[in-house]
């Protein structure tokens, strides 16, 4: 189903994909409101149809719903190419988070969801988008970021190890790099982290940085054969202790 505003202030289309009809209008009614041209699906299956006939934004998908879960829909999902996508989850289940997260969803959001709060996540996600689409046609030669050895290509999305071996990186984990090598020598506490890679919506959920800083760690380390590049500071969070250079 397509929920249209009555006055569009954006051209950007929205898909939310969650079994419990009620839900589904609701929010898709709530966010027409607000200039979004919305659809809706129950399943995997009708979003996949969704996806094959009109080109989204966004996606808004439930986590728990009966038959193919939200996290399986998302794992099929090829992240380098389909919307961006915020995940419900269930008020304390924290598992389905962090591997939502891990599995490249780029927000997420306790269900039942706020309303005002699920559209202030949307936009923030949007906005986020932007800008990176926005780097990467900008013009100007392309610059890096070196440290230790490693360059990241951050608009191409590349980061390669002092043996010029690319090294793979979730969204998460990519967005807490830049995190730290915006921040290089400096002690960044967990909630300074969620803001600064998952915007000042983020929910203060600690676990979920320490899974992925535990994760990055270890790939930028190359599984213990290079120096620790981030430092657990006692009480305090993480730094990154390498010198980052922009060329």
């Given at each position: 189903?397509?929920?249209?505003?009555?006055?569009?202030?954006?051209?950007?289309?929205?898909?939310?994909?969650?079994?419990?009809?009620?839900?589904?209008?609701?929010?898709?009614?709530?966010?027409?409101?607000?200039?979004?041209?919305?659809?809706?699906?129950?399943?995997?299956?009708?979003?996949?149809?969704?996806?094959?006939?009109?080109?989204?934004?966004?996606?808004?998908?439930?986590?728990?719903?009966?038959?193919?879960?939200?996290l399986t829909i998302l794992r099929s999902?090829?992240?380098?190419?389909?919307?961006?996508?915020?995940?419900?989850?269930?008020?304390?289940?924290?598992?389905?988070?962090?591997?939502?997260?891990?599995?490249?969803?780029?927000?997420?959001?306790?269900?039942?969801?706020?309303?005002?709060?699920?559209l202030a996540r949307i936009r923030s996600?949007?906005?986020?988008?932007?800008?990176?689409?926005?780097?990467?046609?900008?013009?100007?030669?392309?610059?890096?970021?070196?440290?230790?050895?490693?360059?990241?290509?951050?608009?191409?999305?590349?980061?390669?190890?002092?043996?010029?071996?690319?090294?793979?990186?979730?969204?998460?984990?990519?967005?807490?790099?830049?995190?730290?090598?915006?921040?290089?020598?400096?002690?960044?506490?967990?909630?300074?982290?969620?803001?600064?890679?998952?915007?000042?919506?983020?929910?203060?959920?600690?676990?979920?940085?320490?899974?992925?800083?535990?994760?990055?760690?270890?790939?930028?380390?190359?599984?213990?054969?290079?120096?620790?590049l981030i430092r657990t500071v006692r009480?305090?969070?993480?730094?990154?202790?390498?010198?980052?250079?922009?060329?």
């Open positions: 189903m397509i929920a249209n505003a009555d006055t569009l202030d954006i051209e950007t289309r929205l898909l939310i994909v969650d079994d419990d009809p009620g839900i589904r209008e609701l929010t898709a009614g709530f966010l027409a409101t607000h200039g979004y041209l919305v659809d809706t699906a129950a399943d995997g299956a009708e979003m996949r149809r969704a996806l094959a006939m009109e080109s989204y934004e966004l996606i808004v998908l439930d986590v728990m719903m009966p038959g193919e879960d939200g999902l090829d992240r380098a190419t389909s919307p961006a996508v915020i995940i419900l989850s269930v008020i304390g289940e924290e598992i389905d988070r962090i591997v939502g997260l891990e599995l490249g969803a780029d927000d997420y959001i306790a269900k039942p969801a706020n309303p005002r709060e699920l996600v949007l906005r986020r988008k932007a800008t990176t689409a926005a780097n990467s046609t900008g013009p100007g030669k392309r610059e890096y970021l070196r440290f230790a050895g490693w360059r990241l290509d951050a608009v191409g999305r590349q980061l390669l190890d002092p043996e010029h071996v690319e090294i793979n990186l979730s969204d998460g984990e990519f967005r807490l790099l830049i995190a730290f090598i915006e921040h290089p020598r400096r002690v960044l506490t967990r909630d300074q982290l969620l803001d600064l890679s998952r915007g000042l919506n983020a929910e203060q959920f600690d676990r979920a940085i320490d899974v992925q800083v535990s994760r990055l760690r270890r790939k930028l380390s190359r599984e213990g054969a290079g120096p620790e009480n305090e969070g993480y730094m990154f202790v390498a010198d980052v250079e922009r060329r």
